[in-house]
């Protein structure tokens, strides 16, 4: 734990790096890596049992891709089939899809719901020049609200529903130019996105929904959620819970870690660490020159974590929750091949091999019985090769419901 004479805003100071190089507990980079799989569910031991663990255990599953939940919780279940993320999100209605960090959308359990909506939901300005941006009125937001609930009220529908049952006189098409783009859409999409940012409206697809061309629903948050208040908790200490919650389940991580997974920045999570920092201790670890943070608590687990002498290979989809939960990706990947694996921000589908992402797979699952392509960045061991090769054919079976056939390329 660090000297309480040293605050947080002046870390940066000669004294403070002469005492925080003192009381700095450092850990082995290989501890390190397996004990953030561990927590993620990612090792063979740690593997979970129901859904809801996991979706609480990492914060969420992100879902702007159909698929990447169901993949998410097969690399982290024992026994996973796609009916159990079904059963939770459509029948017993305990986890919502909704925008949260970094406005993208998640599944979240109904129980951290309220602490990840009230950290990062916009503020009124940030609604009313987002609407400006693209040059909608209050009024005609109003309107347009009024029109949504008004057809959602009987149920979930989809976007074209919501037109059609619409004044055609209040329907019109918008363009926004930003840079050298021009994007174009109705104002009926901006306000379905204000109102699900909002937390008013939420989106999801079909039960059971693989084929990424299947259409989103959405709904009216207080119809199928009834007992689930989004403001039951203030945003100050909505964001202090939920740096927190992630500083323990993703850590080691460093500060730009954090205001980037959380996407409040630095100006706002920097306080927060302030208040934090009786909790917090300094990490370093060998053969990494940035400065990490753990609880304090957490840190004591890992001193007692019993690290297996081998890592399973893994493949993680688009946008799993571990690749894509740093900043800092030296830990995952080499720089060489960092931008083959994250493309304009977004994490491609990823093959780990000994902790270290080694390549990358095709990930839609449009037709049964398509092949998986493996693209690796280097060589690999032939028991790699062949666990590749059934991890792939699982997830064919998972996603496609039959066999398919899996091609390893080395670049």
Not at 178 to 198: H, Y
Not at 290 to 315: G, H, I, Q, S, W
Not at 336 to 353: C, D, L, N, R, S
Request: proline share 4%; glycine share 4%.
């Amino acid at each position: 734990m660090l000297p309480d004479l040293y605050s947080w805003e002046h870390k940066r100071t000669a004294n403070y790096q002469l005492a925080l190089e003192f009381a700095m507990k450092k850990i082995k980079e290989d501890v390190a890596k397996k004990y953030q799989l561990h927590k993620q569910h990612l090792l063979v031991q740690s593997q979970a049992d129901t859904v809801l663990e996991v979706v609480e255990d990492i914060i969420g599953l992100h879902a702007t891709s159909a698929s990447t939940p169901y993949l998410s919780l097969f690399a982290r279940m024992k026994q996973f089939q796609r009916s159990m993320l079904d059963q939770e999100l459509y029948i017993k209605r305990n986890l919502i899809r909704l925008g949260f960090m970094r406005r993208t959308l998640f599944i979240m359990t109904t129980k951290l719901a309220p602490i990840a909506f009230q950290a990062t939901r916009l503020s009124e300005a940030q609604t009313m020049q987002l609407l400006e941006g693209w040059n909608v009125p209050r009024s005609e937001y109003q309107r347009l609200g009024e029109s949504v609930y008004a057809v959602l009220k009987d149920g979930a529908q989809p976007l074209r529903i919501i037109k059609q049952a619409m004044s055609p006189r209040l329907v019109r098409t918008l363009e926004r130019q930003i840079g050298k783009n021009v994007s174009r859409m109705t104002n009926v999409n901006i306000a379905l996105t204000m109102l699900m940012q909002q937390g008013k409206v939420f989106s999801e697809k079909y039960r059971d929904p693989i084929m990424t061309r299947h259409e989103n629903r959405y709904a009216l948050t207080r119809t199928v959620y009834p007992n689930l208040n989004l403001e039951s908790i203030s945003t100050e200490e909505a964001q202090a819970q939920l740096v927190k919650h992630y500083i323990r389940v993703y850590g080691p991580v460093t500060e730009q870690d954090v205001a980037w997974w959380t996407g409040l920045g630095k100006t706002t999570i920097q306080p927060i660490m302030a208040a934090l920092e009786s909790e917090l201790i300094s990490i370093r670890i060998k053969k990494q020159s940035d400065d990490y943070v753990m609880l304090e608590t957490d840190y004591n687990l890992l001193k007692k974590f019993k690290a297996p002498r081998t890592l399973p290979v893994l493949l993680l989809p688009y946008e799993d929750p571990y690749p894509k939960g740093y900043q800092l990706r030296n830990r995952l990947v080499t720089t060489e091949h960092e931008k083959h694996v994250y493309i304009g921000g977004e994490a491609q589908p990823t093959v780990f091999v000994k902790g270290k992402i080694v390549g990358t797979w095709n990930r839609v699952f449009e037709e049964p019985g398509e092949t998986i392509t493996v693209q690796l960045f280097q060589r690999i061991g032939r028991v790699e090769k062949n666990a590749i090769t059934l991890q792939g054919k699982a997830l064919g079976t998972l996603m496609a419901r039959k066999d398919c056939d899996v091609i390893i390329k080395t670049a």
